[in-house]
């Protein structure tokens, strides 16, 4: 994936994610379903999770991650997606202080960190017509928002 087409995924995320979802895996490989507020910014795709956040334990045991966007407009043009990878708990303090500068404050420790590598992403954007178009791009290599 390029630096354009990694950009772009993090345009679409920041600017198309009203109520996007995060599925993760529980202990038995089922999926759960979480709502989050992900924090973009400065080449990075962060989520700040409780410490005793469902979330938290189970992307710990598996970090492997798909964040849904969905359509919540549906009289013009809009897009949806999906963006997959791998999530790796963060415990760098420089890290850490770049999110929380993105996100606009500080949090409390209880709030742990996951930044978020970008492996795939499909894209389905809806004209005026509601006719859709999709995009996917994959890395050989994770990439950073």
């Known amino acids: 994936m390029t630096t354009g087409q990694t950009s772009l995924h993090c345009t679409i995320l920041r600017d198309c994610a009203q109520y996007p979802y995060l599925t993760a895996t529980i202990e038995d490989g089922s999926p759960r379903l979480h709502p989050l507020l992900p ?3 400065e080449g990075h795709l962060f ?3 409780h410490r005793k956040s ?3 334990r189970d992307l710990l045991r598996d970090g492997r991650y798909a964040l849904h966007g969905s359509v919540f407009d ?3 043009p809009s897009t949806e997606f999906l963006i997959s990878g791998i999530a790796s708990f963060i415990d760098d303090p420089d890290i850490r202080e770049v999110a929380c500068r993105v996100l606009g404050r500080e949090l409390p420790e209880r709030y742990t960190l996951f930044e978020f590598s ?3 992403v499909v ?3 809806y004209n ?3 006719t859709p178009r999709r995009r996917r791009w994959s890395s050989p290599q994770p990439s950073q928002c």
């Open 54 to 56: 469902p979330k938290k």
């Open 118 to 120: 970008v492996e795939q």
């Open 74 to 76: 549906t009289n013009g």
């Open 39 to 41: 924090v973009i910014g």
């Open 47 to 49: 989520l700040f999770i």
């Open 128 to 130: 005026e017509e509601r």
């Open 123 to 125: 894209a389905t954007e």
